[in-house]
């Protein structure tokens, strides 16, 4: 044996086959002993100590066995105390040790104190030995250390643990360590030799504070994963991080991630759209090959509880590129949601005024619907969000087709573009009710109708824009069915709508359908909950208003809404040669809702209303007069005869009663003023009048309407170029059943005309037509007149003679 020391000149060691270098020690401490044992020799030591560097202690013992006629072997080891990171490439075995993972363990391990630690190895040696025949091992124990074991994610500071090693195979026992913010738990890092390189799997977990996630966002591959839009959330509560990474050390390998997180109390909210979640609970897991686990995350999204699931799917149109899916479900009470959005939703009148009206009375909702939205995230690419809900269970109270039942199903889908040019794209499908493209800018909106369906008719191509131009909204239209402007102020000046056309479609089938009644208290609430005092006043003004295919004038109107009560003031409309003036009210009078309407027709002829009344009218005249006060229960659109209550002054000139099938309702009485029964009924020869129509000089009468009874207060008077004749009485509107008195005034020789007389008479056509009594009268009048009874219906009268040649009175 040779007892070995250190002198002046350092000791160096070498184990070639094993290590890349020789050692240099300052000092060493060694016996080192042989023996020759014939074919065989035999080299070992058991007592080496050595010093490297300042305070590394190294101890060691080995035994080499060389047999001329057999197998080497070798046993060796080497323990190690105070050495530091900077001497794993020296003392790590690197001709046995995969290259990737030496490499890796010199390289990725920047900084560490390693306590102790132990090198074995033994087996066969020699060139033409099998590969595995050596075995080797080592561990080591660590602290204060500093591992980057992927440029991608954050490095691992203040590591301890231990490191062992097994014929390649290493396992990293991290007991504590600090990275990215987080303190972790105890975890591992395993390192696989493979056939070209070696496999890194780092398990560990940490509780994660909601401040550190924008760090891992900004600094880790989980900003990418989860998107752009993800670095503008904001994170609350406490999470648990569960992260299993899988690094192949081959150059350009992706590393494969599996990641845990768990919360109980996390919120998330986002700022650019006013959105929110709370109560976040649950455990989400992500793989970046297999995806997301199918557990849904419970949450709360405006005050309602939802679910939210996570997904990823390849693109079949995109080889390479995934898909991730986020997908929320939940029930939403769209009151709530305007009151949230800071909408005001509920009436500001006492509930006593008000007759306890819901919050959703002022936009029509009640209750809430499920829904299910669903974001898509694919890189390079915007986000897309769709939303979509059957609506069963919100009620809507909106006017036509667009108002529903609770129960009813009524489909909506709509898409949202977060990146759409110039705002927030929303494209949206109602089922049989719309189809829209809005575009909502920070300057205000634009809304296209693709489609808008009303009734049986179907909108097409409605623009809409809307400005804020600060101290108001402009709102502009332009569709075949409108053209104008309307001007919402933000003060309590009144919102103006002025149009250059209007067009209105009268729709007949739907006229037939029988609308669902109302009861008496039904009405009074209904109209009540419209709460008419919070309306703003308007100023309508309509250039050309069309119905159909018809031109119904110029028109013009303020609405002046009051409590429980619209006051429609200041009607004017020029109807072709006619103009309409008066006002209209509907409100509650007598516990009972009512519309009143005041006002005059005059001008030309009447016929310029048949557009109105879609109509033929049985008159041809020149000048039209006529004074109106009536009121009917219910809204002003609920017009009928039956219910109509008012006064009614007439006067006509110069026209003709024309024969008429076609005529409404209302016009239908002067059918019996032409009626060839009545004339012939009469025996006398007016055949100048009826064949083609009562001429008439002059019509002039009043009457009283008391639901649907129709009274001549006194009478109607009509004066012909050769006759005239006044009715008095009354006739049913509804049942159109006559009890009337005519009295028919003919001059004494018959080519004397009647209007001649009159004119004699000081009574001009121009003026009153009641100087029939006052003619009639006179002992020397050229005229006389002949008394019947009308009774029977407007198309069957009966016509009875009471008395002939008599004053009429």
Same mark, same amino acid.
């Given at each position: ?696 000089? *002059? ?11 129709? #009274? !001549? $207060?006194?009478? &109607?008077? +009509? %004066?012909? @170029?050769?006759? *005239? ?11 159109? #059943? !006559? $009890?009337?008195? &005519?009295? +028919? %005034?003919? @001059? ?22 009641? %100087? ?38």
């Amino acid at each position: 044996y040779v007892v070995a020391r250190a002198a002046e000149q350092p000791i160096t060691l070498a184990f070639p086959e094993l290590f890349s270098g020789e050692w240099s020690f300052g000092e060493v401490a060694a016996t080192v002993a042989w023996k020759l044992d014939g074919p065989i020799t035999r080299v070992y030591a058991d007592d080496i100590s050595i010093t490297y560097g300042k305070n590394t202690h190294l101890t060691g013992a080995f035994d080499l066995k060389l047999d001329q006629q057999g197998e080497d072997n070798l046993g060796l080891r080497v323990g190690v105390k105070n050495a530091d990171a900077s001497m794993l490439g020296a003392f790590v075995p690197g001709k046995i040790v995969d290259p990737g993972l030496y490499e890796w363990l010199t390289t990725a391990i920047k900084k560490a104190d390693i306590t102790s630690g132990v090198f074995y190895g033994h087996g066969q040696i020699g060139n033409d030995v099998p590969p595995g025949s050596f075995v080797s091992s080592m561990w080591y124990e660590f602290d204060n250390a500093t591992v980057q074991y992927d440029t991608q994610w954050p490095e691992v500071t203040e590591a301890r643990g231990r490191v062992a090693i097994q014929n390649g195979d290493t396992l990293v026992s991290l007991a504590a360590g600090k990275t990215g913010g987080l303190l972790l738990n105890p975890g591992t890092v395993a390192v696989t030799p493979e056939k070209d390189s070696a496999r890194v799997r780092v398990d560990v977990s940490a509780p994660v504070p909601a401040n550190a996630i924008a760090y891992w966002m900004q600094n880790s591959p989980f900003g990418d994963m989860a998107g752009v839009e993800a670095a503008k959330l904001d994170y609350g509560g406490n999470y648990e991080l569960g992260l299993a990474i899988h690094l192949s050390l081959k150059d350009g390998a992706e590393p494969v991630v599996e990641a845990n997180v768990r919360t109980s109390n996390g919120s998330i909210s986002y700022p650019e759209a006013g959105l929110r979640w709370d109560d976040i609970s649950g455990a989400l897991t992500y793989h970046s090959v297999k995806g997301f686990s199918t557990s849904p995350l419970e949450a709360t999204f405006l005050d309602e509880p939802v679910q939210v699931t996570f997904s990823q799917s390849s693109l079949d149109q995109a080889p390479g590129m995934t898909s991730l899916t986020i997908q929320q479900t939940g029930t939403l009470s769209v009151p709530d949601v305007l009151r949230q959005a800071g909408l005001p939703t509920s009436n500001p009148k006492p509930e006593a005024e008000t007759e306890g009206d819901s919050q959703s009375s002022r936009y029509g909702f009640t209750g809430g619907a499920e829904y299910s939205a669903q974001l898509e995230l694919v890189a390079n690419r915007p986000p897309r969000v769709t939303v979509r809900s059957s609506l069963e269970g919100l009620a809507i109270d909106w006017p036509g087709s667009f108002s529903k039942k609770a129960a009813e199903a009524a489909p909506l889908s709509v898409e949202i573009d977060t990146e759409a040019e110039g705002g927030l794209g929303i494209v949206g499908q109602w089922e049989n009710r719309a189809t829209f493209d809005l575009l909502w800018k920070n300057t205000g909106l634009e809304l296209t109708f693709g489609k808008l369906y009303l009734g049986d008719q179907i909108l097409t191509n409605i623009d809409l824009e809307a400005l804020d131009l600060g101290d108001r909204w402009v709102l502009t239209t332009r569709s075949e069915r409108a053209v104008g402007r309307i001007v919402f102020p933000d003060d309590n000046r009144p919102v103006t709508a002025d149009f250059e056309v209007l067009r209105l479609v009268r729709d007949k089938a739907a006229a037939k359908d029988a609308p669902e009644l109302l009861t008496i208290e039904q009405q009074l609430k209904a109209f009540r909950a419209m709460d008419m005092a919070s309306w703003p006043d308007v100023d309508i003004a309509i250039s050309e208003l069309r119905l159909n295919e018809d031109s119904l004038g110029r028109w013009s109107f303020h609405l002046r809404p009051d409590h429980q009560k619209l006051n429609i003031i200041g009607i004017e409309g020029r109807l072709k040669s006619l103009t309409l003036l008066g006002d209209m009210t509907w409100s509650v009078i007598n516990n009972q809702e009512t519309s009143q309407f005041s006002g005059t027709v005059h001008g030309g002829a009447l016929a310029d209303l048949s557009g109105l009344f879609d109509s033929e009218i049985p008159l041809s005249n020149k000048q039209s007069n006529i004074e109106l006060k009536l009121d009917w229960p219910g809204r002003p659109d609920e017009f009928e005869l039956a219910d109509v209550n008012g006064n009614v002054k007439v006067r006509l000139d110069d026209g003709v009663i024309l024969k008429s099938n076609n005529s409404a309702q209302v016009f239908r009485i002067f059918n019996l003023l032409n009626a060839d029964t009545l004339w012939r009924r009469l025996k006398l020869d007016f055949s100048d009048l009826y064949e083609r129509g009562v001429a008439f000089d *002059a019509i002039s009468g009043k009457a009283r309407l008391d639901e649907g009874l129709l #009274i !001549l $207060d006194p009478e &109607l008077q +009509v %004066v012909g @170029p050769s006759g *005239a004749f006044k009715l008095s009485g009354s006739t049913n509107l509804e049942k159109e #059943i !006559l $009890d009337m008195r &005519l009295v +028919v %005034v003919l @001059p004494l020789t018959q080519n004397l005309p009647l209007a001649a007389l009159l004119l004699g008479a000081s009574a001009p056509i121009g003026g009153a037509l009641f %100087v029939l009594d006052k003619v009639l009268g006179d002992p020397l009048s050229k005229l006389t007149s002949a008394t019947y009874s009308v009774t029977g219906t407007w198309d069957a009268p009966k016509v009875n003679l009471s008395q002939v040649f008599d004053t009429g009175k």
